[in-house]
């Protein structure tokens, strides 16, 4: 049988074929949940998989929760239990991806955060590269803007919000495109990927947009700048950026749970770092390839045996 074969689902594990929604779900209508995204990653010569960040991408779990006043009932232990059980219970022997979701499960007619019931479900299924991480991808800038604080909080991964997001992928690959960026809500900045983190390199300065510019704090973001801090001899900042610094910038790469660290090689059709993977974006790459799949020991509280 092919995977997912499991859900956590109202309180327990069931088969896939049993986890199923009423079409009046609450959140089904007025897309008002929070999800996750987590990857594990299969290492073939310890024949073990290992889950990145997982208490990380829990705690943003519940803080999206919050802000959408859902009440997860499950500590971040408890969610990270029920995860490992889950995978335990699939046994891949490839890189997985998990979707935590938290909903308004009750079926009532009307967009609202409160008397309403909640629930949360897990499930995961095989996923290779969501971008090509070999070579350098081509990006537009996208005529839609993302959403801000004060409309659909970008900080939160609100299942609604990806409609903003489905409008930027779509319109980049119709174009011709692998990828948009999408400037802030208010059209002066860079913001991001349609569901990825963007950094630029510049004279040896590695530059990512400020969490105040209508990003998700991405949680491989954080890992970057952390590598890149220990690892490279390069500063790190994080700034706003012109659409225009991205035309002139030495190395861009997107970055994310399912976009791991993908190259770009052009912007709005100029080329970028002679269209080839930059220096600095190689060795963050093969720095978190390597840290993602266990295999260095300075970093291996970042991942979990399942
Ligand atoms: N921005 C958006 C809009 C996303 O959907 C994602 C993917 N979760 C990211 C950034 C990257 O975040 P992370 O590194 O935590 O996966």
Redesign the pocket.
């Known amino acids: 049988m092919s995977h997912p074969k499991y859900a956590f689902f109202e309180g327990k594990i069931v088969s896939i074929e049993k986890a199923k929604v009423d079409i009046r779900t609450n959140s089904l209508q007025y897309g008002n949940a929070v999800f996750e ?1 987590i990857r594990s990653y299969w290492n073939k010569a310890k024949s073990k998989s290992y889950v990145f960040k997982m208490e990380d991408h829990y705690k943003r779990f519940i803080e999206s929760a919050n802000i959408l006043m859902i009440k997860i009932k499950h500590s971040i232990p408890e969610l990270c239990d029920i995860t490992l059980d889950l995978l335990k219970k699939e046994n891949y022997t490839e890189d997985a991806y998990i979707r935590p979701y938290a909903y308004n499960s009750g079926l009532s007619i009307g967009p609202k955060l409160i008397k309403n019931p909640q629930d949360i479900f897990i499930y995961s299924i095989p996923l290779g590269d969501y971008l090509d991480t070999s070579k350098p991808i081509s990006v537009c800038t996208s005529s839609w803007t993302r959403i801000s604080d004060n409309s659909i909080p970008p900080r939160a ?1 609100i299942a609604g919000s990806y409609v903003n ?1 489905a409008l930027q992928k779509t319109e980049a690959l119709l174009n011709g495109f692998d990828e948009a960026i999408v400037l802030t809500s208010n059209g002066q900045h860079v913001s ?1 990927g349609s ?3 963007i950094f630029m390199v510049k004279n040896n300065v590695l530059i990512t947009p400020p969490i105040t510019d209508d ?2 704090e ?4 954080n890992a970057i700048i952390e590598i890149a801090k220990n690892e490279l001899d390069i500063d790190v900042k994080d700034r706003p950026i012109d659409r225009t610094e991205l035309y002139t910038a030495d190395e861009l790469f997107f ?4 976009a791991q660290i993908s190259p770009i090689g052009s912007v709005d059709k100029r080329t970028i770092a002679e269209g080839k993977m930059g220096k600095i974006t190689k060795k963050l790459q093969d720095l978190y390839f390597t840290i993602v799949k266990n295999e260095s020991d300075k970093y291996s509280n970042w991942c979990t045996e399942v």
């Open positions: 995204g991964k997001a991001e569901a990825m983190n990003i998700l991405g949680i491989t973001r970055c994310g749970t399912g």
